[in-house]
């Protein structure tokens, strides 16, 4: 990858695309890990103005460090760089409160994560619509069109996606290139949205390198007759997650209506 090349291409289609579509500049929820941390200094490095917000709910303290730390990074290098931090752990007990309650509340784990992500994305809204702003997201290739590994009108919920043709490992070749902080490239990568320290390895059960490897292999055509021991296994966890997560990755069904019936 020519890294340089690839990080003035997609500055170039950030600035162009918010210039044409008459929006002032952009925002960001900044999560503490390598992807927001990529996204938010491309968005940064358009020169237009930047909101990084930092929305906690039930965080991980490592997590919001390292947000904080990166979004003050950030402003020592761009001028036009702004942050909020919103609590939203308030908001998200309340919710949680006024729902009817469960007989087992393990049964609404995924729910609740979910409901964290969208909480996220009712704020980053909010901000955009005050200042005439555009949401980026953070999503990368593998997570987007291989796993669908997010939150579907959460963190899916942007206006645009300026890392999702670059695959994780890629998002770690560009971080090193911008000079993001090494604790944000050394952290493992996780959604933050379990209130714990489980990664994204292990939910998924395979580390981004061997879901890449997956990938590319179901592109080529494979199947899991090609394969044998722990190919098989990550071949058959790509095919789940892919198979499973597929409504996120296609436009929403139509039910269209037959013309002789109008």
């Known amino acids: 990858m020519q890294t340089e090349k690839v990080v003035d291409h997609i500055v170039d289609w950030l600035k162009d695309y918010a210039t044409n579509a008459g929006m002032k500049g952009f925002v960001i929820g900044v999560s503490g890990g390598i992807d927001s941390a990529v996204t938010s200094t491309l968005c940064a490095k358009t020169g237009l103005p930047l909101l990084c917000l930092e929305m906690p709910i039930h965080q991980s303290p490592s997590q919001v460090s390292r947000a904080l730390n990166h979004i ?3 402003k020592s290098k761009f001028s036009q760089v702004s942050m909020t931090q919103v609590n939203l752990t308030p908001v998200f007990d309340s919710l949680i409160e006024a729902l009817p309650a469960v007989d087992d509340e393990e049964n609404r784990f995924m729910s609740l994560a979910n409901t964290r992500a969208r909480l996220r994305m009712t704020a980053l809204y909010y901000f955009a619509a005050l200042e005439k702003y555009l949401v980026a997201g953070t999503g990368n290739k593998v997570e987007d069109f291989g796993v669908g590994f997010y939150t579907k009108y959460g963190d899916g919920g942007v ?30 990568p996780t959604d933050g949205l379990w209130g714990d320290d489980r990664t994204d390895e292990d939910q998924i059960g395979a580390s981004y390198p061997e879901l890449e490897w997956a990938m590319k292999m179901d ?3 494979k199947t899991i007759n090609d394969f044998s021991g722990r190919e098989l296994e990550v071949f058959k966890i790509y095919k789940r997650f892919n198979n499973s997560n597929k409504h996120k990755m296609i436009p929403i069904p139509i039910c269209e209506i037959p013309k002789n019936l109008m």
């Open 159 to 188: 206006d645009l996606s300026p890392i999702a043709d670059l695959l994780k490992t890629e998002v770690y070749t560009v971080a090193k290139y911008l000079g993001i902080n090494q604790e944000i490239i050394d952290a493992a």
């Open 72 to 74: 003050k990074w950030l």
């Open 219 to 221: 592109d080529e055509g």
